[in-house]
């Protein structure tokens, strides 16, 4: 699987990056998470998932939970939970009929990033799901390829606090206010 395709080598060529962009695929680019990946990975409380839909559309959404909401499976596979949310499952869905997938985590405070590549299964019925609180679903990943990112454009940013929607053991996860406008009542699952 290439990473860069003939338009990426366009630029490349168009502004001399070709030969630093070959040397940062063979030096940073790998198949699996080193212990300093694993660390990182665990240490998120939130990252940004791209998948693709049926007619082509990428589309973007932003996944939260508790700091080590991530699992890793192993050096080359990771999972995740799916939390109760809007019902639109479009990220699910998307996985669904295409598998292949691109995480984003971001530490603002370091700063730091890392990009993931990888092909997804949704399961309904894995046996992580009893590792956590209220997920619907579990998402594993098996890795295709990871990379650490530039941090030079991040903004610093400082932790407030965490979502009180995150749900957790022990604790009644609160409605969001949206849910209970008049607009949404006689539509919202039973559950």
Known sequence: MALYSEDSRHFQDRF?????????????????????????????????LATIDADGWPHCSYKGGAPGFITIV????LAFPCYD??????????????????????????PRRMRINGTA???????????????????RVDIERLWPNCPRYIH????????????????????????TFEFVQDVLPRR
């Open 16 to 48: 001399d990056s070709r030969r630093l962009a070959d040397r940062l695929e063979q030096t940073i680019v790998r198949t699996a998470l080193s212990e300093e990946d694993r660390e990182f990975v665990v240490s998120r409380d939130f990252f940004f």
């Open 74 to 77: 192993s050096d080359a596979e």
């Open 121 to 139: 299964r949704v399961l309904e019925d894995d046996p992580l799901l009893a590792s956590y609180h209220e997920a619907q679903l579990i998402v």
């Open 85 to 110: 949310g809007n019902g639109m499952y479009l990220s699910m869905g998307n996985l669904r009929g295409n598998p292949k997938l691109g995480l984003l985590l971001i530490d603002f405070e370091a």
């Open 156 to 179: 610093p940013h400082q932790r407030t606090g965490h979502s009180i929607y995150v749900p957790e053991l022990g604790k009644e996860t609160p409605v969001p206010e949206w849910k």
